[in-house]
């Protein structure tokens, strides 16, 4: 399968049905589900849907999560990647939005972060976007460290849908400042 991106451990790749098993892995658990409204999925048929609605976002918006392949064991780790959401959403619409999730077994090693690095970095240099957003639970202090490390300002906390959270941005122009002024 064709790799979209490649980081120093992982390779990116759009997910396919093959990789259920270890999808399930990661959303039955309910220590995953946490801050994601603490529904885990029960069976494989609800994961297969959830895989159609992904393959609708590469059909239509060229963009979507992508499964995050630990380039040594070949293993699918979990998925990160960007969504285009057109729908509004605390005032907004049609934003791209940063997210990332991985099996527990994994998590801790950095994954995230360097994931979340490769994927930014393509949304701004190859598909030219502007701004970009991430949503977090206030409490989930491991998902706003990786944000605030990757340059995420915090811009406000609204309600969604009953659940205080978290509304971050990045914008192309910060991203370039942060990573020039790394590698001075
Ligand atoms: C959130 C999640 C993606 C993080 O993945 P990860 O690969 O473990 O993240 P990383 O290792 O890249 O970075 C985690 C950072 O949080 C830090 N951290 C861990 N526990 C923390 C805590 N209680 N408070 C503050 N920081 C914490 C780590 O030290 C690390 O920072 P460092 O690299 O500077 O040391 C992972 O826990 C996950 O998949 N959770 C379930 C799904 C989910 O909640 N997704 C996000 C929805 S918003």
């Known amino acids: 399968m064709e790799f979209q991106l490649e980081t120093n451990r992982l390779y990116l790749r759009e997910i396919s049905e093959l990789d259920i098993d270890d ?82 077994k994994h998590w801790g090693k950095g994954y995230a972060t360097e994931a979340a690095r490769a994927i930014i970095d393509f949304g701004f240099t190859t598909l030219n976007i502007d701004v970009m957003v991430a949503l977090t639970d206030p409490e989930h202090h491991k998902s706003k460290k990786v944000l605030e490390k990757l340059g995420f300002d915090l811009i406000e906390v609204f309600d969604y849908n009953g659940y205080p959270t978290n509304w971050y941005e990045l914008s192309k122009n910060n991203w370039i400042k942060l990573n020039d002024s790394s590698s001075a």
Not at 34 to 58: A, D, S, T
Not at 68 to 77: D, F, L, R, S, Y
């Open 23 to 104: 999808l399930y892995e990661m959303d039955s658990d309910p220590e995953v589900h946490r801050y994601l409204f603490q529904n885990p999925v029960k069976n494989k048929k609800q994961l297969l849907e959830v895989i159609k609605m992904i393959h609708q976002q590469y059909h239509e918006n060229g963009i979507g999560r992508w499964a995050v392949i630990n380039k040594e064991t070949k293993e699918c780790t979990g998925w990160a990647g960007l969504k285009y959401c057109r729908e509004p959403l605390n005032h907004r619409s049609d934003y791209f939005d940063l997210g990332y999730r991985f099996k527990q």
